[in-house]
C-alpha cells in the first residue's frame, strides 16, 4: 500500500512520515482493492467489519461506526422527498464522526511509533483524538480557538486527559500551528490532511451501502475542512471500483453562510478563496480555509453534485426540525445538511423523488448552550394540581 499525490501523482511508501508530497499536494492511501471483501450483508455493522478495507494492522479502538441509518418519515412527507434518511454519526463513541477516522488515525500513530499526537481543532476532533490517545496511552495536544468551542467537545477533550492549548485565533490559525509543529516537534499529526484518518471516515460510505442495500442518489453533509465530503466520496468510488456495485452517489456540501469559501466559489464560478474571518452559530465548521479543499472540490465535480450555503437562522431551524419532527438530537453543524436539503428542494435545484441521504455528524448534546439560550422557560408553579391544571389550558 503506498500514498499518492492527488496533484503529481507521485507515490510513497506508507510508513514515510509525511502529510504531503513534495510538490505541495494532498496525498491519500491507494487501497489493495484485490485484498478488499465483499461483507455487505446488512448484518453486524462496525467500522471494523471493513478492516479488509482499511491500511491499518494494529486497532485502537472504542467501538466506533455501526451507527443508525433512519428513515425520516416525517420530515420526508413534509417536504415532500420521502426517501429521506439520516445516517446518525452523534451515536459514535465520543459523539462525532471524528471517531472513525481517530481510530485508524491513532492505530497508524502506533504502527508508525509515535507516542505523541496533535490536533487543531473546532471541537469534536480534539475530543475524539484525547479520548483514542488516552486508550492507547499516548500524548494528545489539542490546539482549539480560544472561547469558540462548545462547552461539550472542551469539557470531553479536558477529561479525557489531553493537554488543552486554547489559541487566540480562529481554527485556521490554530492548523498554521500544528502543521509546524508536526514538522519540526517530531509530534503525528491527526487533522484530516492526514490521509489516514480519511480512510476511517470512507467507512460511512461503505455502512450506507451495507445498511441500505443501495447506493443513495445523493448524499448531504456539512462541510468544514472538507475531509470528510472526500472521504466519503472515495469510500463510494472504491465501492464502485471494487465491482460491489455500479452506482455512485451525488455528494453535496453544505457550508454556513459566514464561513463557505467552497460554497461561493462554486456558486461564483470564481477560484477557490479563503475567508479571512469566518463566523456562524455552527462552530464545528467555523473555518475559513479549509485545507482539503481540493479533494472535496473533486469530489462534488466528479460526482455531479453540488455546493450550497446557509444561514445561520436556517441551521437552527433545522437543527428543530430534525429534533422535534424526528427525535434527532443534533449540534448546529450537522443540521446545515438538513438546512441544505430544504434550500436545494425549494429552488427546484434538486428533485424530491430521488433519495437523500443526510450525515448528521455530531451530537446535540455537545452543544447545549445554543439550545438553552434560544428557548425561554416559563416561571416555575407551585407544586399543586390546580397549579398544573392551569398550565394544562
Ligand atoms: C460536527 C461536525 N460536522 C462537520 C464537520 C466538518 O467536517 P470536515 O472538516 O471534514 O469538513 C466537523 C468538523 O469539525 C464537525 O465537527
Ligand atoms: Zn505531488
Not at 491499518?56 to 415532500?80: A, F, I
Not at 491513532?106 to 479520548?131: F, H, P, Q, R, Y
Not at 433545522?318 to 430544504?342: D, N, R
Request: aromatic share 6%; with cysteine; proline share 6%.
Amino acid at each position: 500500500m503506498v500514498l499518492k499525490c492527488i496533484e503529481c501523482g507521485r507515490e510513497y511508501p506508507e510508513d514515510e512520515l509525511r502529510y504531503r508530497c513534495e510538490c505541495g499536494g494532498l496525498l491519500e492511501v491507494v487501497t489493495e482493492l484485490d485484498k478488499a471483501e465483499d461483507v455487505f450483508d446488512g448484518k453486524n455493522i462496525t467500522l471494523w467489519k471493513y478492516e479488509s478495507w482499511l491500511p491499518v494492522e494494529k486497532r485502537v479502538s472504542l467501538n466506533e461506526g455501526g451507527t443508525p441509518l433512519y428513515r425520516l418519515k416525517n420530515l420526508g412527507e413534509e417536504l415532500g422527498a420521502p426517501k429521506l434518511y439520516a445516517k446518525n454519526e452523534g451515536n459514535n463513541p465520543t459523539g462525532s464522526f471524528k471517531d472513525r477516522g481517530m481510530t485508524v488515525g491513532v492505530s497508524k500513530a502506533l504502527e508508525l511509533g509515535m507516542d505523541k499526537v496533535i490536533c487543531a481543532s473546532t471541537g469534536n476532533t480534539s475530543a475524539s483524538l484525547a479520548a483514542y490517545a488516552a486508550k492507547a496511552g499516548i500524548k494528545a495536544y489539542v490546539l482549539v480557538p480560544s472561547g469558540k468551542i462548545a462547552l461539550g467537545k472542551l469539557a470531553q477533550a479536558m477529561i479525557y486527559g489531553a493537554q488543552v492549548v486554547p489559541v487566540s485565533g480562529n481554527f485556521d490559525d490554530a492548523l498554521r500551528v500544528v502543521v509546524k509543529a508536526s514538522g519540526e516537534l517530531g509530534v503525528y499529526m491527526l487533522n484530516s490532511i492526514n490521509p489516514f484518518r480519511l480512510e476511517g471516515q470512507k467507512t460511512i460510505a461503505l455502512e450506507i451501502y451495507d445498511q441500505l442495500g443501495f447506493v443513495p442518489d445523493n448524499v448531504l453533509l456539512p462541510v468544514g475542512n472538507a475531509g470528510n465530503i472526500s472521504a466519503i466520496w472515495k469510500g463510494f468510488k472504491e465501492l464502485k471500483e471494487a465491482g460491489i456495485t455500479d452506482e455512485l452517489p451525488r455528494m453535496i456540501g453544505i457550508q454556513a453562510e459566514g464561513a463557505a469559501p467552497l460554497a461561493s466559489a462554486w456558486k461564483e464560478g470564481k477560484p477557490f478563496k479563503p475567508v479571512e474571518k469566518p463566523e456562524t452559530v455552527a462552530t464545528a465548521i467555523r473555518i475559513g480555509n479549509p485545507a482539503n479543499w481540493p479533494k472535496a472540490w473533486r469530489a462534488v465535480k466528479e460526482s455531479g453534485g453540488t455546493l450550497e450555503m446557509v444561514s445561520d437562522e436556517e441551521i437552527l431551524r433545522a437543527q428543530e426540525l430534525l429534533a422535534s419532527k424526528e427525535g434527532l438530537f443534533v449540534e448546529p453543524a450537522s443540521a446545515t445538511s438538513l438546512a441544505g436539503l430544504i434550500k436545494l428542494l425549494e429552488s427546484g435545484e434538486i428533485g424530491s423523488d430521488e433519495s437523500y441521504v443526510l450525515i448528521t455528524t455530531g451530537h446535540g448534546l455537545k452543544d447545549p448552550n445554543i439550545v438553552v439560550e434560544r428557548f425561554t422557560l416559563p416561571e416555575p408553579i407551585e407544586p399543586t394540581l390546580e397549579a398544573f391544571k392551569e398550565v394544562m389550558k
